[in-house]
């Protein structure tokens, strides 16, 4: 008599794998619907009470939608190149951690240049209704650059105002500087407490916490 062969693929198993490509697909589908300007696809990866940070937009993510959509509308390039995916899932919560590029195309001081910024997206979760959606995506700005377009093109930057930006994410907030937007000064890069605060406030999320945020709320 053979001896019956044990499955290693147990119910519950199987069931997070689902629920992980379930994540991996909201994530996936937010770069692509809102670098192709999908505006009404990109609405149903956020959930109603769904906040999103940036260098330059803080704030719902339906207002976020709408201001993407009148830069896309106007010229603002801003494209972004997703890269590996790891989520921490604790029943109907979770938090995953996206590598990911920024890239932004734009004029400083009359010279066209493209700023690409390492990074990763780090986005809290819920599934609600049986649906997987974002509540709260900070980006976590690891490192940046910024290149001429042409490359025969000179070009002089303001040494003050890129030392007054915080490392990880300087070239990307000088140009958008430029640009005429205001820049936040304070988000989480590779190293530091910001980034630190944000790994904690992730945990308590997926241990239960009332909000996606910290005591102060969203900022």
């Known amino acids: 008599m053979h001896n019956a062969v044990r499955n290693p693929w147990r119910p519950s198993v199987q069931n997070q794998m689902l629920e992980k490509l379930a994540i991996a697909e909201v994530i996936q589908n937010w770069a692509v619907w809102r670098d192709a300007g999908d505006w009404e696809r990109l609405r149903t990866v956020w959930h109603d009470d769904g906040w999103m940070t940036a260098t330059w937009f803080q704030g719902p993510a339906e207002k976020f939608i709408a201001v993407s959509q009148a830069g896309f509308d106007r010229g603002v390039s801003i494209l972004h190149f997703l890269g590996g995916i790891s989520i921490d899932l604790n029943d109907h919560r979770a938090t995953a951690q996206t590598k990911m590029t920024i890239s932004q195309r734009g004029l400083v001081d009359g010279v066209l240049v493209d700023v690409v910024c390492t990074g990763r997206f780090f986005d809290f979760l819920a599934k609600r209704n ?19 377009v042409s490359p025969d093109a000179r070009l002089t ?31 989480p890069q590779l190293k530091g407490e910001a980034v630190m605060r944000l790994y904690a406030e992730g945990l308590a999320w997926r241990e239960g916490a009332p909000t996606a945020f910290p005591a102060g709320g969203p900022g």
């Open 157 to 187: 930057l303001d040494a003050a105002l890129l030392d007054s930006f915080p490392e990880g994410y300087r070239h990307l907030a000088y140009l958008q500087t430029r640009l005429g937007f205001t820049i936040k000064k304070d988000l």
């Open 130 to 148: 049986g649906r997987w959606a974002i509540v709260r995506r900070q980006p976590i700005y690891e490192k940046d650059r910024m290149d001429p």
